[in-house]
């Protein structure tokens, strides 16, 4: 399989969750040199290259459509916004091993 040897290679490196992986500078400089050559493939069709981070705002995602496309491929991540005192909190749920 092209994964398991993409890994034994050391070009993707598993991080404990589906889908979440590290990735090699070769493997970057592959994306990086297909994103070009797709830019430069598709130029005549003048349209806007847009590079987007790796978090978007929910509301900017759920525009998009990718829902209906790739369920398997979404995540989340919580930003905590409590003060000192749902911090302490959340560390004695944490170490009951409670969820927190």
Do not use: K, N
């Amino acid at each position: 399989m092209l994964l398991d040897e993409l890994v034994a290679a050391g070009h993707v490196r598993p991080l404990g969750v589906d889908g979440v992986w590290g990735r090699s500078a070769a493997f970057e400089a592959v994306v990086a040199g297909f994103t070009a050559a797709m830019r430069d493939r598709f130029a005549y069709l003048d349209a806007e290259y847009v590079s987007f981070g790796p978090l978007v705002p929910m509301a900017a995602f759920e525009s998009t459509g990718y829902v209906s496309s790739f369920p398997q491929l979404i995540g989340g991540v919580s930003v905590f916004t409590g003060d000192d005192r749902d911090h302490r909190a959340l560390l004695a749920a944490r170490d009951r091993g409670e969820r927190w």
